[in-house]
């Protein structure tokens, strides 16, 4: 997910299109592994560490007018609607959808 995402972020940023980007996973694995792999792009973001900010779950109030890319949001999606609806409504979002599994 990082490459795609970071270069995104990138031009966001840069065009001034908004200030705060969540990026929520499911996992701190998963969460460590991203920012490990976006490390090397991220650098290019002035003050990248306040306005990329890395979340588990959906559980955190976020800020008002960020962008949200949330990985593996059919996963969300489908343990609580109500609570991803309403998680959901107050920002734009972005969902990435896992692979379904082979069962």
Avoid at 39 to 46: C, E
Avoid at 65 to 93: H, P
Wanted: charged share 20%; glycine share 6%.
């Amino acid at each position: 997910m990082s490459r795609i995402i970071m270069g995104f972020l990138m031009i966001y940023f840069m065009r001034g299109a908004g200030t705060k980007v969540h990026v929520v996973f499911t996992s701190d694995h998963l969460m460590n592994i991203d920012m490990w792999e976006a490390a090397d792009i991220l650098i290019y973001i002035d003050d990248y560490d306040t306005k990329v900010m890395y979340q588990v779950g959906i559980n955190f109030a976020s800020a008002v007018g960020a962008l949200e890319f949330i990985d593996e949001a059919d996963i969300y999606m489908l343990d609580d609607l109500e609570k991803f609806k309403i998680f959901t409504s107050a920002n734009v979002c972005i969902g990435l959808k896992a692979t379904p599994a082979k069962t």
